[in-house]
């Protein structure tokens, strides 16, 4: 299987994948009902719209074919239905609705209701790289959930990370574990933690991935700065993950890119039973369909 390169590539895998039935959880919220009639109309999405329908249907005013195929399911307590609806296997992919990340996340992480695997949830986001003078897929994680992970949470991250990427047909992922810079300092932990985990990846316990750090972001993405750094690595200047230090870093970079550099974007919640996807409400509608395309992409694992 190739690497996926471009959103455009992505929706193509995804329309090959899917439909798959999405759980709008809270579904009278206009920016979600966009994202679902957008994927339903792309053969991405089967959505479900989860909540109390009169809302909903007022919601999704206008949005007749979203209205006529979609499914309703109408509960007085959204979260609870879409979490239980998942884990029974009635649905995918969860999708935020009209309610905080949070609020989502809590009962997705219940001990007895919820959709635990024993691992650490985390998020991964994508966008188009466009340095090395083609377009390429690039990873950051994380941005979203984990505010600052110590050693061995990083060390999840990264595995999160790599599942993701070989889903998208990165045979051999290249993740780079990120600082300030590439030299490593007691000063500065987490070069501590990226020559730690660069030593974890050397010794294989991320198998068949390329880890390596610490990198600057300068030579994490380009050839010439890891070169004139004398930084020899497979992952250097090509990394195809940049594992951030902290929830800081990862959402200032994340911005940066959509904001900054004009990328499209999308970022999943792994970890759990089924993807979850928890797009802010200033997020385009691109980006929520690539969203989608991307949790039908990770869900096919």
């Known amino acids: 299987m190739s690497a996926v390169l471009s959103f455009a590539e992505l929706r193509q895998r995804a ?26 109309r792309l053969g ?17 005013a206008g949005q007749d074919e979203l209205l006529e195929k979609a499914e309703i399911v109408a ?10 609806m998942a884990k029974a296997g ?21 001990k007895t209701a919820g959709l635990r695997t024993g691992r650490l949830l985390s998020d991964v986001l994508i966008y188009e790289d466009t340095l090395s003078g083609g377009t390429r897929l690039v990873a950051i994680t994380d941005g979203g959930l984990n ?8 060390k999840q991250i990264v595995l999160n990370a790599i599942e993701v990427l070989r889903c998208l047909g990165f045979e051999r992922p290249k993740i780079a574990v990120m600082s300030a810079t590439e030299a ?30 610490p990198f600057a972001l300068d030579n994490a993405l380009l050839k010439s700065a890891a070169e004139a750094k004398g930084i020899r690595n497979p992952v250097a200047g090509q990394a195809d993950c940049m594992v951030v230090p902290s929830i800081e870093a990862g959402n200032l970079l994340g911005k940066a890119v959509k904001y900054l550099g004009g990328s499209q ?31 039908v992409v990770y869900g096919n694992r």
């Open 147 to 154: 505010i600052a992970p110590n050693l061995e949470q990083k």
């Open 184 to 213: 490593i300092s007691e000063a500065m932990p987490s070069t501590l933690d990226a020559a730690a985990l660069a030593e974890m990846g050397g010794k294989g316990e991320f198998g068949d991935a390329d880890v390596f750090g």
């Open 75 to 84: 509960v007085k307590d959204a979260t609870e239905a879409g979490v239980a």
């Open 265 to 295: 974007c999308a970022h999943v919640v792994v970890g759990a039973k089924v993807p979850i996807l928890i797009p802010s409400r200033v997020e385009s509608a691109d980006d929520k369909v690539n969203a989608i395309a991307l949790g």
């Open 44 to 60: 991405l999405a089967l959505p479900v719209l989860i909540g109390d329908e009169g809302n909903i249907r007022s919601a999704a």
């Open 15 to 40: 329309r090959r994948l899917g439909p798959k039935r999405v759980g709008v959880v809270m579904a009278d919220d206009p920016v979600a009902l966009g994202a679902a009639a957008d994927a339903l």
């Open 90 to 110: 009635r649905v995918d992919i969860l999708l935020k609705g009209h309610l905080r990340t949070d609020e989502l996340l809590h009962a997705v992480l219940d």
